[in-house]
């Protein structure tokens, strides 16, 4: 059977508890192709249900929801067949799981986490902000996970006293910190009119870059490790080559 379910927490959690004894079941909330005689169902969110799920898997372990938060993030295919299988571990041992790493559930539930945990420290330095004619900023990423409300603590820690957006244009979502509050807002596009300042502050920003960079050592496979290809987009920095044309 495959249980199909619309990405959330809660009807996660209720999939669950039919998937549970389904010994083939597959859990997804991506299309999938069904082979020549398989089932399949789509599973509605039930908050009661859910809630009487989620108390019996804290029951058990205590921390399991920070696992299933940061698995139900993860942008990879293989990221529900990884949630399903380690929360199905987690119910049969009725004790934490997150160290039996020899578990192929595990070691593929941890991988998935590990990813989404290491893309949030990458963006911490990769988010590049434009300044509006407000003073309020804007920065528009495209991360392989959804992580946007993750980066709100960091920057609203470093830069307290400015109104900013992340807007996740992938996702058509906004992490939004109005110099006060932080919330989550669905975003589907913007249109930034940007500060007279902010034009100057870019190129003095890209010529400091190429003024640092010497020709004759580049390291293109070393510069794409540090700062891989797909996070370019949004980065003054990748606009390079028609400064040095100049």
Request: proline letters at 5%.
């Amino acid at each position: 059977m495959i249980y199909f379910y619309d990405g959330t927490e809660c009807a996660f959690l209720c999939a669950l508890a039919l998937a549970f004894c389904d010994g083939d079941a597959i859990l997804t909330s991506r299309d999938a192709q069904l082979s020549l005689g398989q089932q399949s169902t789509f599973v509605r969110a039930d908050p009661e249900r859910a809630e009487r799920v989620r108390k019996r898997l804290l029951s058990f372990d205590k921390n399991c929801m920070r696992d299933l938060s940061a698995l139900l993030r993860c942008g990879d295919a293989c990221r529900d067949a990884a949630a399903l299988g380690y929360f199905k571990l987690l119910a049969e041992r009725r004790e934490p799981v997150r160290d039996m790493l020899a578990e192929p559930a595990v070691a593929a539930a941890t991988e998935c986490i590990r990813r989404v945990n290491y893309e949030v420290h990458r963006f911490h330095g990769f988010v590049r902000f434009l300044e509006s004619e407000s003073g309020a900023l804007y920065a528009p990423i495209s991360p392989d996970n959804d992580i946007c409300d993750l980066l709100l603590p960091h920057f609203k820690a470093r830069l307290p006293q400015f109104p900013f957006v992340i807007h996740d244009v992938k996702r058509k979502k906004a992490a939004v910190y109005d110099g006060e509050h932080t919330f989550l807002a669905p975003l589907e596009r913007a249109e930034v009119a940007l500060s007279a300042d902010e034009t100057a502050w870019q190129a003095l920003w890209k010529r400091y870059y190429a003024s640092v960079n010497i020709p004759a050592r580049e390291r293109l496979k070393q510069m794409r490790g540090y700062m891989p290809v797909r996070y370019w987009k949004f980065m003054p920095e990748k606009q390079l080559a028609s400064l040095r044309q100049s």
